[in-house]
């Protein structure tokens, strides 16, 4: 029943509905109708009975059989009334038939025992019958009155036809009106299955809910809170892969520009080698963004899963990730010092993204501080802290570093603009939050656990 | 000529600088928008190359603002962007013509050239002048018919004075028009440039103005 439409599975059950009340109609009307043509019937017939009584049977006159032709003839075109529908026959106390109606009153079975009510079944086709004993007023004879039993039951049954008649006609309409009504409610349904069916893929505008039943309302509701929120998942991603087209077109034009510049020196071997130099420069800075923008939209999509957290080892971490850039910090002669005071206070998370966030902070101090400058890697109860020194950067500017693609102005080092972006990130999914800030002749990064 | 050229982005910046160089240009490289937009104030520039993404000031303020203070000096701009909309605005603001990155060390040359030539109203790449044809295109001069050898600066203090016939060029204009800020300059090199001139071309190519400097000699 699930697979069918809401629609018809209402209709369906209307109809179920409106049969079974026109059918419990129809039999609760049979049975009534039955009982009281029975009673109606069996009163006349005992009427009819007492007056067949009253006459002198023994002595049939002229005035008395008019009488006899009279009630027979009232028997026989009732009206209405069907022909025959109505028998009787007179006995004596000894069962002899003495007088008939000529018809099937003649096949009437004397019962000496009778009195009252009683069933036979008459004739050759042995059509039941019910039939009425009643004494004769002057006790000479006993007569029987009998009615067909099929007569009974095709009057009931005419009976119950008229009453159902205005029944059927009436549930009929109302069956129309229900199939109208769940058909003309169910059209904003179908309106909005239309709509979509018909939208532009891009097109996430709002559906209409105004003029909608309340019942629906709630949906429709949901479906445009989804659109809103697919709409602005798209349009971060399309800015993201625009951003990132547009960051691409600098390295590349200084691929291009480096390339001619080794192709025309010709004979200048000094040039051509700097250009080629400066082209591999420019290829790593290339494929850094690119890394980048990888690592960025990765983590752009990664949800905030903490079913695949694990337990942190800090001291791990830090001391691997420092190892891992201690030689580009030796290029520079920098130093990376480790402080830890406590344990920082968030237990759970990736290790990966850990090392991700403070290799691009060390990358970070490495890459903009002066040449033999100091790097202090502190990790405390409710914060971790990378410090570099020598370098401060303009108050105006430090908001805007967490932008995507942001590069301080005058920065003479490459770099793609991400690297705070994808710490911001991080923090942001292990519950921290990210501070900049100029201090002691410095910069220092410190994530806090919120 | 003397190029001016406004980039930021240290090895686009510097591939310009030297690649144009190679094509004959004399070029000056700033990376700052504000050292940028002083240079044009204080040196005679024939193009000004500049990018619109700048730190500090936009290429954009730059450009209006010389623009304002009635500098006629035609600007290629260089854009990240190739939203059709920058443009517009970089066209409306001045700018003469524009490039989308990533773009050809080549183009940029052939552009700039085209906006020299323009500036100078001569629309056809060679310039004649009596029995000499010099080919702004491919840097080349012909003597009756037969190409002559000259060295790059010989080649710009020549078509400097081509393209100001019946004009007398003091010896410090034609030394601020062939020589960058970065180049070092003998006192007397002009004057050997005109000297290697002569001998290559004919001695009436260039006429020495007593006390003032040199121009054209008659065709």
């Known amino acids: ?450 | 000529m003397r190029i001016l050229l406004i980039e930021d982005d240290q090895l686009i910046g510097d591939g310009l600088n030297i690649g144009l160089e190679k094509l004959g240009f004399s070029v000056d490289w700033f990376q700052n928008g504000l050292d940028g937009r002083e240079a044009l104030l204080q040196a005679p520039y024939d193009a000004v190359i500049l990018d619109l993404g700048l730190p500090g000031i936009d290429g954009l303020s730059i450009l209006k603002e010389w623009r304002m203070q009635g500098k006629k000096e035609p600007v290629l701009i260089l854009t990240a962007r190739g939203d059709v909309d920058q443009k517009i605005i970089g066209l409306e603001s001045g700018a003469d013509d524009y490039l989308a990155k990533p773009f050809a060390l080549a183009e940029v040359a052939a552009r700039i050239k085209a906006l020299i030539r323009r500036n100078n109203n001569t629309l056809t790449p060679t310039i004649e002048h009596g029995n000499i044809i010099f080919n702004q295109h491919n840097r080349t001069v012909k003597l009756n018919g037969q190409e002559v050898i000259l060295s790059p600066k010989e080649l710009m203090v020549l078509e400097l004075l081509l393209n100001n016939k019946n004009k007398v060029l003091s010896k410090e204009t034609i030394e601020n028009k062939i020589y960058s800020w970065d180049e070092e300059v003998s006192s007397n090199a002009v004057e050997v440039h005109i000297h290697h001139l002569r001998k290559k071309l004919g001695k009436n190519i260039i006429k020495t103005i007593n006390k003032i400097g040199y121009m054209l000699g008659e065709a």
């Open chain 1, 1 to 450: 029943m699930k697979k069918f439409s809401l629609q018809l599975r209402l209709i369906i059950f209307f109809i179920l509905i409106s049969g079974t009340v026109f059918l419990t109609a129809g039999i609760m009307s049979w049975y009534e109708g039955r009982e009281k043509l029975d009673e109606f019937f069996d009163t006349y017939q005992i009427l009819m009975a007492r007056k067949l009584s009253s006459l002198d049977w023994q002595h049939i006159n002229a005035e008395s059989q008019s009488k006899i032709d009279k009630l027979i003839k009232d028997l026989d075109d009732d009206g209405e009334e069907e022909d025959d529908a109505l028998g009787f026959a007179v006995f004596t106390h000894e069962g002899k038939m003495i007088f008939h109606d000529g018809n099937e009153g003649k096949d009437f079975h004397f019962n000496h025992n009778a009195s009252g009510f009683e069933n036979q079944k008459i004739g050759k086709d042995k059509e039941p019958w019910r039939i009425f004993w009643i004494e004769s007023i002057d006790k000479q004879y006993i007569i029987a009155i009998g009615q067909e039993i099929d007569f009974r039951e095709d009057a009931a049954f005419d009976l119950v036809e008229d009453t159902l008649l205005p029944w059927a006609a009436g549930l009929t309409i109302l069956l129309i009106a229900a199939v109208y009504m769940v058909s003309r409610e169910f059209r904003p349904v179908k309106k909005i299955a239309y709509e979509l069916r018909h939208r532009d893929s891009n097109d996430l505008s709002a559906i209409d809910n105004d003029n909608m039943p309340t019942e629906i309302k709630p949906m429709v509701w949901a479906l445009n809170n989804l659109f809103i929120k697919i709409a602005e998942t798209l349009k971060r991603e399309r800015s993201f892969i625009s951003d990132s087209a547009h960051e691409l077109r600098s390295p590349l034009t200084a691929l291009k520009v480096q390339l001619e510049v080794a192709e025309l020196a010709g004979d200048d071997i000094k040039t051509r080698n700097e250009a080629l130099q400066k082209l591999c420069l420019g290829i790593e800075r290339a494929s850094r963004l690119v890394e980048q923008l990888l690592e960025l939209s990765r983590l752009e999509a990664y949800e905030k899963d903490t079913s695949n957290f694990k337990d942190l080892n800090w001291e791990e971490i830090i001391q691997e990730a420092i190892t891992t850039q201690q030689n580009a910090a030796s290029n520079q002669n920098i130093n990376i010092k480790y402080i830890s005071k406590e344990k920082f206070c968030i237990k759970k998370g990736s290790p990966l993204l850990w090392s991700l966030l403070l290799r691009n902070l060390l990358d970070n101090a490495i890459r903009y501080s002066p040449y033999g400058a100091e790097i202090k890697v502190t990790m405390d109860k409710t914060s971790l802290s990378v410090y570099n020194s020598g370098v401060t950067i303009a108050e105006e500017i430090i908001p805007r570093l967490k932008e995507r693609f942001f590069r301080p102005p005058g920065q003479s080092r490459n770099g793609s603009g991400l690297g705070l972006s994808i710490v911001e990130r991080i923090a942001r999914l292990h519950n921290c939050n990210v501070e900049l800030k100029n201090e002691n002749n410095g910069f220092l990064v410190t994530i806090h656990s919120i």
